[in-house]
Structure formats: structure tokens, C-alpha cells
């Protein structure tokens, strides 16, 4: 057998990935390793469960302490998370780039802006590692720039390295015995909306969370099995209730209700 060069460094990298697997600076040790192949400019390693997601590392905040845009994240913002969602309806194992899980019109949304392209900045791609029924660990990282398909070829190429490391590293975490108990998608929204003296229907609160995740009206109609125009009807008869006049209102109504939950 004919090994080159990059063979044996790789070899001798992931030997001693596999001798840190129980010391605290694995994960940075692991992202470092990926960074030299494709460049990232963020990173977060999770737990998706029940309940919120459980940070297990996470890149440093520039201005340092805790990183409020991420805390307004595990706060509520996750809900509306496509990789977060698609986890929750399709849970399994994989590389998933944005464009695999993100729904049609999510640039457009007030989370796109006001959240993902600053936190996150650009482009993201993920390492999912089902782990059973309910708990996925994932590798997010984030790019300034669009990743190019060579770069998600490449990390899919080392998946199945990065996916075993993922899974025993698993042994040396500390993780509750119960998760701590997530907002409903639409329990707080639905609090917030009695306290204004609003009541919405079950239905237009589920037409709310699928819209605000950047779901087309198309989209919401496939899920909820109605027209396109019933939810552009739901749609009129949310913002008449409310009296707002824009989806940006409707999502500042959804956040500041998830982080009063």
C-alpha cells in the first residue's frame, strides 16, 4: 500500500484527536482540524433534544463574555432555526448544507436578517449525529462566504472520521438527566397574544411560526394541507388581529413573546 504525505498527516491528526477525546479542548481541537481544510468563521457544537438546545463549545465572542445574539438564540430563536426545524420534523445523521434545509423564502425573513447574517454571517453547514429517538449532537460551522461544492465534498469525505469522533466523544459529556424544558412554538406567542387582549386560533398561531421560518405561502399551505389562499386569508386576519402591518412586526411580537416565556 502506497501512502502519501497528506495520507500519513491525516492518519497521524486523527490519532491524536482520538488520544484528546477526553480533554476539554477536543471540540476546538477537532473545528482547528476541519479550519484546515475549510475555512470557517464561526462554529458551535449542540445537542438538539425535547427541550432547548444544550452548547457543548462554541467560538469565541469577539467582544468576549456571552455572545447576546446566541443567547437570544437559546432563548427562543431556535424555533425558527431551518436546521432546528428540519432536525425536529426529519431527525438523521449527515452533512446538511443551508440550501439542503432552509425553506424558500428565508433570506427574507426577519431572522435571516436581523440574526443569522450577523451571528452566523453568510453560509452554514452542519455534522448531524442522531444519537437516538430524541437527541441529535451537531457540528454548526459558518462561513462569510458561500461554501463552494468543493468544500462540502471535502467535509463530507472526512464524515464518516468526524461523525465516530462526534459519537464517543459523547462519553465525556456531562449532559442533564432531563433537558431543560423548551418555549412552546407557539405557547408563549399565545400567552403574549391573551395579555393584549388578542386571542389567535390554533391554526393562525401554526401559520405564524411557518411564515416567520421563511416558509412561502405555498409552503405553508403543503404543511397545514390548505390553500394558498386560506393563508394568505390567515395571514390578513393575524395582522388585522395584531394591528401590525408587516411580517418584521409579527417577528418582534414572536420574540419578545419566546424570550418572556
Known sequence: MNLTLQDVAWHRTVGRLVEALDQP??????????????????????????????????????????????????????????????????????????????????????????????????????????????????????????????????????????????RQRMAFERVPAEPEPAPAQTGGLEKAMARLGTPLTVRELDVIRLILSGRSNKEVAGKLAISAETVKVHRRNIYGKLNIKSQSELFSLFLNAQLES
Open 25 to 166: 479542548g477536543f471540540w476546538l481541537a477537532l473545528i482547528r482540524v476541519l479550519d484546515d481544510y475549510v475555512s470557517v468563521d464561526s462554529w458551535v457544537v449542540l445537542l438538539f433534544s425535547d427541550g432547548r438546545p444544550l452548547v457543548f463549545a462554541e467560538c469565541p465572542y469577539e467582544g468576549g463574555g456571552p455572545d447576546p445574539l446566541f443567547n437570544d438564540y437559546l432563548r427562543g430563536l431556535y424555533l425558527l432555526d431551518p436546521f432546528y426545524i428540519a432536525n425536529r420534523d426529519t431527525p438523521k445523521s449527515g452533512l446538511f448544507a443551508l440550501a439542503d434545509v432552509a425553506p424558500e423564502c428565508f433570506e427574507q425573513t426577519d431572522y435571516y436578517r436581523r440574526y443569522f447574517t450577523h451571528n452566523v454571517v453568510a453560509d452554514e453547514i452542519q455534522y448531524n449525529v442522531r444519537l437516538d429517538d430524541t437527541r441529535t449532537l451537531c457540528i454548526s460551522l459558518g462561513s462569510k462566504k458561500r461554501f463552494a461544492p468543493e468544500q462540502i465534498a471535502l467535509l463530507d469525505l472526512v464524515r464518516p472520521w468526524v461523525a465516530g469522533l462526534m
